[in-house]
């Protein structure tokens, strides 16, 4: 199977305008990702998806870079352009602002698209920050490993441990941490962008509940890694004293 590794990247952000260029460690942003994706054995390439000459003009340096069109609504939309104008046969959709990316978990949800239309990955829930922030999108699969549901909210809900600590509820049920990664079949990429935003899309701001409103199946591979994101300019110092760790 021939598989595309396409990371979307856009210069404007309202938190952090210009992050995928944003030096760390004495490389852009984007770069480390694109090196860490590389390291992965089920890629058969790996491509930048931009809209901004600035980042292709950098990325150039070290991958395949791709210009697309600046009115994509979700990094899905965006590499769904790149997609429809290259032959493969899967696609991941891999962020652009997590440089300590594991090649492993790439080749995890890789895999999972064997038999599955799509794939995505989730690790443990371990902290109580993480199981109140609705910026920790969780999920809940079924027992063939399929997504059942993605939520901002704390999901699912223990009704006999409600008056319990957040430690005790995080003790009582293995809560998932969806991370932000996906795969896709080509044919099943091309088809989810022609679907409208869907009403729990719209409700949630989450692109992958899209699918599963229309009939997408979603297999969830369970990884121990953890996202380490840049989301903010103070996180770039955290994350460089991680890769020198």
């Given at each position: 199977m021939k598989i595309l590794g396409i990371i979307p990247a856009r210069y404007a952000s309202t938190r952090f305008s210009g992050k995928p260029l944003k030096p760390i460690a004495g490389k852009p942003l984007i770069q480390h990702v694109v090196e860490q994706c590389k390291k992965a054995g089920s890629l058969s390439e790996v491509i930048v998806a931009t809209d901004d000459t600035r980042i292709w003009e950098a990325a150039q340096n070290f991958c395949r870079v791709e210009m697309t069109r600046d009115d994509h609504p979700s990094g899905s939309d965006r590499i769904a352009e790149v997609a429809a104008r290259c032959e493969c046969d899967a696609v991941l959709n891999i962020q652009g602002d997590e440089p300590l990316i594991d090649?492993?978990?790439?080749?995890?949800?890789?895999?999972?698209?064997?038999?599955?239309?799509?794939?995505?990955?989730?690790?443990?829930?371990?902290?109580?920050?993480?199981?109140?922030?609705?910026?920790?999108?969780?999920?809940?699969?079924?027992?063939?490993?399929?997504?059942?549901?993605?939520?901002?909210?704390?999901?699912?809900?223990?009704?006999?441990?409600?008056?319990?600590?957040?430690?005790?509820?995080?003790?009582?049920?293995?809560?998932?941490?969806?991370?932000?990664?996906?795969?896709?079949?080509?044919?099943?990429?091309?088809?989810?962008?022609r679907f409208p935003v869907s009403p729990l899309e719209g409700a949630e701001k989450l692109e992958q509940l899209r699918a599963l409103e229309n009939g997408i199946q979603i297999a969830v591979v369970k990884v121990d890694y953890d996202s380490v994101g840049v989301d903010t300019p103070e996180d770039v110092a955290r994350v460089e004293k991680l890769l020198q760790a």
């Open positions: 090649p492993v978990v790439i080749d995890a949800v890789a895999a999972a698209l064997t038999g599955n239309e799509m794939s995505t990955a989730a690790t443990p829930i371990k902290t109580p920050a993480d199981y109140d922030n609705p910026n920790v999108v969780k999920v809940i699969v079924n027992a063939a490993g399929r997504a059942l549901y993605f939520s901002r909210r704390t999901i699912p809900y223990l009704r006999d441990a409600a008056s319990r600590s957040v430690a005790e509820q995080l003790a009582a049920f293995p809560f998932l941490k969806h991370l932000g990664i996906y795969g896709y079949r080509r044919e099943t990429l091309l088809r989810l962008v």
